[in-house]
């Protein structure tokens, strides 16, 4: 009777075979974490807004359109400003002196600090009784009766914008900082022999360099900032009144009445603002990359 014979390739097909399980069985955890904690949650959301009784409801509610349109005046003015401030601090800030390193680490400190603590503080600050900038700092003024921060529609949303420039501005002033850095100096140096001014040296040197960095992380931020919900709800909890809400935290209010129907309606609303933005920006990455 004949003994089989194993051969050398029988022997690497098993070995293969071994390493596919092995590493099928190191896989299984990451691939059922990721199926309960991503693709269930997506899934059970998409599958409650597909009750489009739920659109109606949102489209008829008052306050709904009312976050939409703070939505796109909160993205149009904080990213514009904020990158508007960072491009001319990312300017004093390359600058290679050592008291400029030191104002640096200062300012990069809101950004570093965890939210919900420095957001809080600016509410305890800002209330019109108790808050310090009322009892104190206008005091000092001579105003007896400072301005309601909160309690006035227009000033609470304003409040929120600063809050979040405030929050996010060290981060992209830092990002503007390094393309600054990536710069040749000897650009600079030729042109101010050329006698170039600082605003020619920045038009013809310093945005031809940064506009695909400033355009892409404006497009980011502006993804970022849509998602925002701590610098409205912790300042203002969307009031008062309910007015001044954005679409990342007007599905909190809709959870809290036990509508969790609208409060994922309103977060899939946003998809159309998003998804472009998000096609956008991997498109430039792409092109980037060639």
Known sequence: MAVPVSTPSDAVSGHTRDRALWGAIMLAPYVLVFAVMVVYPVAYGLWIGLNWNSYRALFADPIFLRTVFNTIVFL??????????????????????????????????PWAVPSIPTILSFRVML????????????????????PGWLTDPTLAFACSIMVHIWKSLPFWTLILV????????????????????????????????LATLYVTSTMLSMIWTLGDF??????????????????????????????????????????????PMVYFMVKRLSKAAE
Do not use: C
Not at 133 to 141: A, E, I, R, T
Not at 183 to 203: H, M, P, R, T
Not at 238 to 265: C, E, K, W
């Open 76 to 109: 149009f003015i904080a990213v514009n400003l904020k990158f508007a401030i960072a491009m001319v601090l990312s300017g004093f800030f390359v600058a290679q002196r050592a008291w400029i390193r030191f104002v640096l680490v200062l300012f990069i400190l």
């Open 127 to 146: 209330n019109p009784e108790t808050g310090m900038v009322n009892s104190q700092l206008f005091q000092w003024f001579g105003i007896v009766e400072g």
């Open 178 to 209: 390094t393309g600054r850095l990536a710069i040749a100096q000897d650009l600079y140096e030729a042109a101010s022999v050329d006698g170039a001014s600082k605003w020619q040296q920045f038009k013809f040197i310093t945005w031809p360099s």
């Open 230 to 275: 701590n610098s409205v709800y912790l300042l203002t909890g969307g009031g008062p009144g309910d007015l001044n809400h954005v679409l990342a935290t007007l599905g909190i209010r809709y959870m809290r009445n036990n509508n969790l129907d609208l409060g994922i309606a309103s977060i899939i609303v946003a998809m159309p603002l998003i998804l």
